[in-house]
């Protein structure tokens, strides 16, 4: 089957960092993203990693480990405005024709003054 | 910046209609996706379409749904008889598969509710 587990909710105050933590069972994998989603909105891509090891993108960095089926998303530099829901999402086909995206519940993170 | 858009933004119906939903994926883009997000739960896929033919369907996306691209720009969503349990976001996607990680672009979403 599919899973993938997040925790539900995180708080943190402005100007910290904070790691948002993501594992996944499914089964295929050829790639995890990250998504950002503020309420009421779509879901907007943050990152993504397909082979073990880090990316760093600005403020946001994702790490992957496959063999442990994990991986976090570090949010640096707080802002108001990172309040939102985070997506982990896997692509769990091997062909990348096929496209389809298994999401987890995603982390609401609430950042504080 | 391209991106996906949606309509309507907010649809209304009673159980046992029909309804479409409409997106219009970002021009360059190949494979399109309808999402859906019930209140409160994550985002479930409902199906793919590539090349004027579904790819891949979840069990969600039965005998109800329908999807089509009926010109070069549009690609529709159709639920048939709506039921209380469709109320939902729908997210439209498009992806272009020139890189490996083939980001999808996510529409605004329509949001269904069914009374």
């Known amino acids: 089957g599919q899973n993938i587990d997040q925790p539900t909710e995180m708080t943190a105050t402005e100007g910290a960092i904070v790691q948002i933590n993501c594992t996944y069972q499914?089964?295929?994998?050829?790639?995890l993203f990250w998504y950002q989603q503020h309420a009421g909105e779509a879901p907007t891509f943050l990152s993504y990693?397909?082979?073990?090891g880090l990316e760093e993108k600005g403020r946001f960095s994702s790490f992957l480990s496959r063999s442990k089926g994990y991986s976090y998303l570090l949010l640096k530099e707080l802002q108001m405005k990172d309040s939102a829901s985070y997506l982990c999402?896997?692509?769990?086909?091997?062909?990348?024709?096929?496209?389809?995206?298994?999401f987890g519940t995603g982390t609401r993170l609430l950042v504080s003054p | 910046e391209p991106e996906v858009t949606q309509t309507p933004s907010h649809q209304v119906t009673q159980m046992g209609q029909e309804v479409i939903l409409r997106c219009v994926p970002i021009?360059?883009?190949?494979?399109f996706y309808w999402y859906r997000q019930i209140l409160g739960q994550k985002v479930e896929f409902l199906v793919s379409f590539y090349n004027n033919e579904i790819s891949e369907k979840s069990e969600i996306f039965d005998d109800q749904f329908s999807v089509e691209r009926p010109d070069g720009s549009n690609f529709t969503l159709k639920i048939r008889s709506t039921k209380l349990e469709d109320s939902a976001m729908y997210f439209c996607?498009?992806?272009?598969?020139?890189?490996?990680?083939?980001?999808?672009?996510f529409g605004p979403g329509t949001r269904l509710t069914v009374l």
């Open positions: 021009s360059n883009h190949l494979y």
């Open positions: 990693n397909v082979l073990d």
């Open positions: 499914t089964s295929g994998f050829n790639g």
């Open positions: 996607a498009s992806s272009f598969p020139r890189d490996a990680d083939n980001e999808q672009f």
């Open positions: 999402a896997v692509r769990d086909r091997e062909d990348t024709g096929f496209q389809k995206l298994v």
